[in-house]
Nanobody, 121 residues
Framework: QVQLVESGGGLVQAGGSLRLSCAAS????????MGWLRQAPGKEREFVAG????????GYGDSVKGRFTISRDKSKNTVFLQMNSLQPEDTAVYYC??????????????WGQGTQVTVSS
């Protein structure tokens, strides 16, 4: 089992920045993939970013490339999502998620409770 706890959401104006954090605990992390996904009202869940815990390799959804950065701190078992140049269309509930195996955009087995990000125009 993997437990995930997100923090860092909130309200920000367009053009601003936020950093989300996800503290992970449970199974060993040598093969774990950590990801951020989001879901806006009335829309399907969307892959935002993912990172391989062991190698640090990353992947991003097309809508956030160049604006968002995912990173990890192994000493704290924490994954971060730095979000810059936020736009109203980034408004969503952001979920931290985990899976074992390859870094892909779906197939996550473990989920945090979600944190709301609201970007005002």
């Amino acid at each position: 089992q993997v437990q995930l706890v997100e923090s860092g959401g909130g309200l920000v104006q367009a053009g601003g920045s936020l950093r989300l954090s996800c503290a992970a605990s449970g199974r060993t992390f040598s093969r774990i993939i950590m990801g951020w996904l989001r879901q806006a009202p009335g829309k399907e869940r969307e892959f935002v970013a993912g990172i391989s815990w062991s190698s640090g390799s990353t992947g991003y959804g097309d809508s956030v490339k160049g604006r968002f950065t995912i990173s990890r701190d192994k000493s704290k078992n924490t994954v971060f999502l730095q979000m810059n140049s936020l736009q109203p269309e980034d408004t969503a509930v952001y979920y931290c998620a985990a899976r074992f195996g390859q870094l892909i955009v779906a197939g996550y087995d473990y989920w945090g409770q979600g944190t709301q990000v609201t970007v005002s125009s």
